[in-house]
């Protein structure tokens, strides 16, 4: 392009920044630089001596390309330094690129969940990896609520699978999903069947190592507060503590129902240190309740664990930090994301998926127990 004729006064009005420009590009070709692109098919096609089309099919890992064809196409995108668009993808392949995750759950207790955001994080480190991005959903604590969010997220075409958190004992999502044809990854142990993979966690084995370790300190009255009701998680743990007194011969102590937060573990707490004859040890079903209770007993006037006996469940990062160090059990939440978002992309790509046991939680202990004082 032609400056001098477009602006005969110069881009500035003067006429010397037009003749400043012309003196310094004198030699070289006059006109705006290129924009440098990126590399394309075309540029793959060329280089790989084949066909626009037969790039599209190796490059998306579709049938119809010879195996050798296929490693040279792949070979030439490499040496390109070729990136694939995600909207092209989208298009072309009538995905979203997106998987979803709709929680049902006040977003305050959410937040003050911390096991959520290490599933979370290990859940994006695997959709970083891949192109593929996460759609988080807050919903009403109510069935239809969730239910049209998934509804939505399907008909939208906004997802291309999503994750199931927080089984319950009577587990109606499945059914809706599989309605919706939507690919999904059911994380934890659901207790019947079950359409999709699943990834899951024994929790179990590390409620019995926590009371048999109470046991062997001396413990007889071994308190437990619960999460919310319904929830698969809250029933294990529950169930796991039961069976681990009865089947040393003890009789199970006292138990309440809070719902996995500070406040309600708090309330809990204080109810059995009223009891006529209070437990020597709580087990708590995570460790925010554990935390919150370990406050309210040093509030009453008593000693942990002198006075009392606190473990939790999760470790999360600031059971080793508080006074005194939470004994809890252990669940990697970032293993447990990475799992499931890997398992979820691949049943998204049509590829048969076993359902996956990570290794089973375990008991940490600290100096939140000890022994029981004589009675």
């Known amino acids: 392009m032609d400056w001098t004729a477009r602006y005969p006064e110069g881009v500035n009005g003067t006429g010397a920044s037009v003749r400043h420009t012309q003196e310094r590009s004198r030699g070289r070709s006059r006109g705006p630089r290129p924009v440098r692109r990126g590399p394309t098919i075309v540029d793959v096609a060329r280089r790989a001596g084949v066909s626009k089309g037969a790039v599209s099919f190796a490059l998306n890992d579709r049938p119809g390309v010879a195996p050798q064809t296929r490693d040279r196409i792949l070979a030439a995108a490499r040496e390109l330094g070729w990136q694939p668009s995600t909207r092209a993808r989208a298009l072309s392949r009538s995905r979203a690129f997106a998987v979803g995750l709709a929680m049902r759950r006040a977003p305050e207790l959410l937040g003050a969940d911390p096991f959520f955001p290490q599933f ?41 699978g999503v994750f199931l958190n927080d089984l319950r004992v009577e587990e109606r999502r499945f059914g809706l999903l599989a309605g919706l044809g939507l690919p999904a990854v059911a994380v934890g142990r659901p207790t019947g069947p079950c359409p999709f993979p699943v990834v899951t966690v024994d929790d179990r084995q590390g409620v019995a190592g926590i009371v048999a370790h109470l046991l062997g300190l001396g413990h007889r009255r071994v308190a437990f507060v619960g999460g919310t009701e319904g929830y698969v998680h809250s029933l294990s743990r529950r169930t796991a503590w039961r069976q ?30 009223e009891l006529s004859h209070p437990p020597t040890a709580i ?11 370990t406050g309210v007993a040093i509030g009453l006037g008593l000693e942990v664990p002198g006075d009392l006996s606190v473990t939790g469940f999760d470790d999360v990062p600031l059971a080793a930090h508080v006074a005194p160090p939470l004994t809890t059990v252990r669940q990697d939440a970032m293993a447990w994301g990475r799992a499931a978002a890997t398992v979820l992309l691949a049943a998204d790509e049509g590829r048969p998926v076993p359902d996956v046991e990570l290794p089973p939680a375990s008991p940490v202990f600290r100096a939140s127990t000890g022994p029981p004082r004589p009675e």
Not at 149 to 157: E, H, T, V
Not at 284 to 293: E, K, L, P, R, S
């Open 120 to 160: 979370l994080a290990g859940v994006e480190s695997v959709l970083a990896e891949r192109g593929s991005a996460l759609v988080l959903q807050v919903v009403a604590d109510d069935d239809e609520a969730e239910a049209s969010s998934y509804r939505r997220l399907a008909s939208q075409g906004r997802v291309d």
């Open 244 to 273: 681990a007194l009865e089947a040393a011969g003890v009789a199970p102590g006292p138990e309440l129902t809070a719902d996995f937060t500070g406040p309600g573990g708090a309330a809990a707490t204080r109810a059995l240190l």
């Open 283 to 293: 087990v708590y079903a995570n460790d925010v309740m554990a935390i919150a209770g």
